[in-house]
């Protein structure tokens, strides 16, 4: 069984990994596109308050490095599921941005059901842009099976 506690606190907080995106303008105005969003504030680089769609962050540093330590223990077999996202935006992301992505675990928990015990872990990703101002945070949770 997974020692729940020791995780917590060996890595809630810690942040493991860091990436930079340059923000540009064809991704943004694509993304608002598939979005089928029309709002000339993501689809008009023309719009005075131009801006990245809200979701745009979603997408960003979803790899590996900025899932998981490389040193997090192994959870052994048993499924994985998406257990969601969240994105909380502070302020426009705007074309010409550099953001700075930083990862951490932002919590660690366990639920026990019919299925078992179910281990949550958020994936947390804050962005700062260019001028250290915090932007953007994005929250991923996945979903183990850890045990009955």
């Known amino acids: 069984m997974v020692d729940i506690e020791q995780l917590r606190r060996d890595w809630?907080?810690?942040?493991?990994?860091?990436?930079?995106?340059?923000?540009?303008?064809?991704?943004?105005?694509?993304?608002?596109?598939?979005?089928?969003?029309?709002?000339?504030?993501?689809a008009d680089p023309s719009h005075p308050d131009f801006a990245a769609h809200p979701m745009y962050v979603g997408c960003l540093g979803n790899t590996r490095e900025a899932m998981m330590p490389k040193e997090f223990p192994d959870l052994g077999p048993g499924r994985s599921i998406d257990g969601g996202k969240s994105v909380e935006v502070l302020a426009p992301i705007r074309v010409g941005d550099v953001l700075s992505g930083r990862a951490q675990i932002a919590d660690i928990y366990a639920k026990t059901g019919r299925s078992g015990t179910m281990l949550f872990i958020v994936h947390r990703m804050n962005f700062y842009n260019q001028r250290d101002e915090h932007v953007a945070t994005v929250d991923l949770r996945q979903i183990k099976a850890v045990g009955s």
């Open 12 to 42: 809630v907080g810690v942040e493991f990994h860091r990436a930079d995106f340059a923000i540009e303008q064809e991704p943004v105005l694509a993304y608002a596109a598939s979005c089928g969003d029309e709002d000339p504030r993501y």
